[in-house]
């Protein structure tokens, strides 16, 4: 073995807690990188596969009704590949042993039992068979949910109709990955779910024999989708066409991808957060070991070894901290990935989930950590090594004598003798002290940020079905409704306050900029649905004009004074331009606001609703449940309670999960700096606190001098942590905004506490671990360092 490989393990064995705690902190970082590397490298090649076997549609269309005849007149379009019609209807189930309403999308399938286009995966039973309208498959997630085998019988209200329905199959399809409905955040497959009936059984059901309301297409290669679409849009117009869109716009597909981008946006920060801590760590550490060392650097330089192989003996030290840390990282990464994608699997109903750890993630993962060790040891290293041996054979030059700011101030006369010290050493050695500040309030800084989803749920709930939603159930009718349909709910003695809504989907353009969604007319003060604005204070709808919810105005890039051209997608498809007259507060989905008469009359049409806003008789919610399944033009009901469970059971089983990992690796990274902090300046202090033994100091008393600096610095570094933390979090919070969801910051006082209390601890079990050093300290070895 070489004497540099001697030196470099002696080197190792000497400083391995310390070499342990950095490895730990690359642990951590390599476990997070390959984690959301490896789970979003799974998730996005099961959705590519299962997309590509199953045949998912490229451009979808619904349409109040069209002939069957007008499939070729699509299917001659140019950039069009395949084209499938189907009929799609909303239906009410009535599940036994289940006492409240459920919803189900029933979409047909192809009476010969092919799919050409978003194919079935069966898991159970069998498709359909033709010429039996009494049968369906139901989705895997919303049979599970009920109990649901096959043979099952249930009844269903099929276009005003109560039918009795058979359930012979499960199936998964890539159009319903997250199946939600209308109107929800979040799913619940006990209250809703997607359903699939032979075309002429459906057909005959909502008397569309020989007629579709509903089509999806693929797209030839190279065909550009909006020129399809606008030829689409024109062939239905006439036939109640609702605007066609394409796979980014499909509510699962959305869903889906933005889910994905922000696992993405998570797998580039965290791992930076974590390695780049341990490229500080390392840079101290190593720093300071080679300048304690630097007698020995010249000793090598003097025995004839290079400044490139010095250099070359501290890298490889470094390397082995590195490699250690990234093997135990790549383990726990592995392991944590398959439970994180299996997480997202129980969310998202892929058939089978495509997990193989590629080769070139592990690759990248030490590569990433082996450069942020590099980048933080090659300058502190070649610093030291490119002394002339003479001049780094003698110690240090001691630090020149003069009393501190403090000091000046006249604080010494309160202050004892080892507390001038500390106030002397920490003022003298600022570079030091701020980097060792900077290193514990970034430690503190990543506990905040693991934590502050977990407080952002609980207020998110608070604003959305709190303040905003006030209503205890929300109903949906099956088609525009007469207002009168209000005074007949009122009549309803469970039903103690009304609100109406009308719902209209739309296509809003300003400039460049176009996006589909929905408006939604509503009452004037109302009190159950409660528009806010930015400052979450309740505001009333303006007699004209209309609100945008925050992150819509800037998807459109708009301000209050500016017009946007509003186009209706359903019934006669007016377009308006109309004036944005406020900007609203929402933390869920986008959409636009406007008076209901206004709206009628943009729409053109009478005093009309999609569904109303309910406050009922908690005592008697059986009752009134018992009543509205018996309402044959109501579609669907929504609790807002359910709403709330439904909110904090997908949080817990998605956002919630990466907290507790982020946590608990956040309590190891924030040991691992303030122990390594600690066991430096014993090392660096070692000859000092030696020769104040010798001199007649006590144990206790050179701890205080060594301990209270970093009492004090850790005092420093909280404050500077949970604000450095919270810039973080307000980072985290912008990246992963999108239409489906903002993620506001809130930080409530307890984490505020516990990150204080985890560097607080950590500090303490640090101090306490270089106390036992102290009190073993060997005089005499110290004393007898070189001079």
């Known amino acids: 073995m070489k004497a540099l490989n001697r030196k470099l393990w002696r080197d190792l064995a000497q400083m391995k807690s ?6 730990l902190v690359v642990t951590c970082g390599v476990a997070t990188f390959v984690m959301f590397l490896s789970t979003l490298a799974a998730l996005r090649a099961t959705q590519e596969s ?56 029933m979409v047909s399938v192809p009476d010969s039992g092919s799919h050409g286009l978003n194919a079935l995966y069966l898991r159970e039973g069998r498709l359909p068979l033709a010429g039996r309208p009494d049968e369906v498959v139901a989705s895997a997630p919303f049979a599970q949910a009920h109990g649901l085998q096959p043979g099952a019988r249930f009844y269903a209200i099929l276009n005003g109709r109560r039918q009795q329905l058979t359930m012979v199959g499960t199936a998964l399809s890539p159009e319903f990955i997250q199946q939600m409905r209308p109107g929800s955040a979040f799913p619940d497959y006990k209250r809703y779910g997607v359903m699939w009936m032979g075309r002429r059984a459906l057909g005959q059901a909502y008397d569309m024999h020989g007629a579709f309301n509903d089509l999806t297409l693929s797209l030839s290669q190279g065909a550009g989708s909006q020129i399809v679409i606008d030829r689409i849009d024109e062939l239905l117009k006439p036939f109640g066409g609702q605007g066609a869109y394409t796979r980014k716009d499909q509510l699962s ?82 392991w944590l990935g398959k439970a994180l994608a299996g997480i997202y699997m129980a969310f998202y109903h892929f058939p089978y989930l495509r997990f193989a750890l590629q080769p070139v993630t592990l690759l990248e993962a030490v590569a990433a950590s082996l450069a942020a060790a590099v980048s933080g040891t090659v300058f502190a290293v070649w610093r030291v090594a490119t002394l002339r041996p003479a001049e780094a054979m003698r110690p240090e030059p001691p630090q020149r004598y003069r009393e501190t700011w403090l000091e000046k101030l006249g604080v010494k006369r309160w202050l004892s003798q080892p507390a001038r010290m500390i106030v002397r050493h920490i003022q003298r ?113 303006p007699a004209e004009g209309l ?41 869920l989905g986008v959409s636009g606001y406007l008076d209901l008469a206004a709206l009628n009359r943009f729409m053109q049409e009478g005093p009309t609703l999609s569904g109303a806003y309910l406050s009922v008789d908690r005592d008697h919610f059986d009752t009134l449940y018992a009543r509205l399944k018996n309402m044959p033009r109501v579609a669907t009901i929504t609790e807002r309670i359910q709403e709330i469970r439904n909110f904090h059971r997908v949080m817990q089983e998605t956002m919630l999960f990466f ?14 700096v303030i122990y390594n902090s600690a066991r430096i300046a014993l090392a660096e202090r070692g000859r000092e606190l030696a020769s104040l033994r010798v001199m007649g100091f006590t144990r206790a008393e050179i701890a205080y001098i060594l301990l209270g600096e970093l009492g004090i610095l850790t005092l420093i570094a909280i404050p500077f942590g949970l604000w450095l933390g919270r810039l973080m979090c307000h980072y985290i919070a912008h990246t992963m905004q999108n239409d489906l969801f903002r993620v506001p910051v809130v930080l409530v006082p307890q984490t505020y506490a516990f990150a204080t209390v985890v560097v607080l601890a950590s500090a303490l079990l640090s101090g306490l671990a270089v106390r036992r050093r102290l009190d073993q300290l060997d005089l005499i070895g110290v004393l007898k360092a070189a001079e």
Do not use: C, W
């Open 18 to 23: 310390q070499a342990l705690a950095i490895a």
């Open 429 to 541: 050695q600022r570079i030091k002290s701020l980097l060792t500040v900077f290193g514990i309030a970034l430690a503190g800084g990543i506990i905040l940020t693991s934590l502050f989803q977990r407080d952002t749920v609980s207020y998110m709930v608070d604003i959305q079905f709190g303040r905003a939603q006030r209503q205890d159930l929300m109903i949906v009718f099956t088609d525009p409704t007469a207002y009168r349909a209000r005074f007949d709910l009122l009549g309803l003695p469970e039903i103690k306050h009304v609100e109406v809504f009308r719902a209209v989907p739309v296509r809003l353009r300003h400039g460049s900029r176009s996006y589909r969604t929905n408006i939604q007319g509503m009452e004037p003060r109302g009190d159950l649905q409660r528009l806010l604005d930015t400052n979450l204070h309740p505001v009333d709808l």
């Open 547 to 587: 609100l945008l919810t925050d992150f819509l105005a800037t998807l459109l890039d708009v301000r209050v004074g500016d017009a946007v051209v509003v186009e209706v997608l359903e019934g006669a498809r007016p377009v308006r331009e109309t004036v944005v007259a406020g900007v609203v507060k929402e933390y």
């Open 659 to 672: 907290t507790y990992i982020a946590t608990v690796f956040s309590i190891i990274i924030a040991f691992g």
């Open 253 to 334: 597909h959305r869903f889906l991808s933005q889910e994905l981008q922000q696992l993405g946006v998570l797998a580039s920060l965290f791992p930076v957060i974590f390695m780049g801590i341990a490229t500080f760590l390392l840079n101290v550490v190593i720093g300071r070991l080679v300048t304690l060392q630097r007698e020995q650097v010249a000793t090598l330089k003097a025995f004839g070894y290079s400044n490139i192989e010095v250099l070359g003996h501290y890298l490889k030290m470094v390397s082995v901290i590195v490699l250690l840390g990234a093997a135990g990282g790549i383990l726990f990464g592995v």
């Open 50 to 105: 299962f997309y590509r076997e199953y045949r998912f549609a490229e451009v979808f269309a619904t349409l109040k009704r069209a002939p069957e005849s007008l499939r070729q007149r699509l299917q001659d379009i140019p950039g069009v590949g395949q084209v499938e019609t189907r009929v799609v209807a909303q239906v009410r189930l009535d599940m036994p042993d289940f006492p409240q309403p459920v919803a189900a999308l």
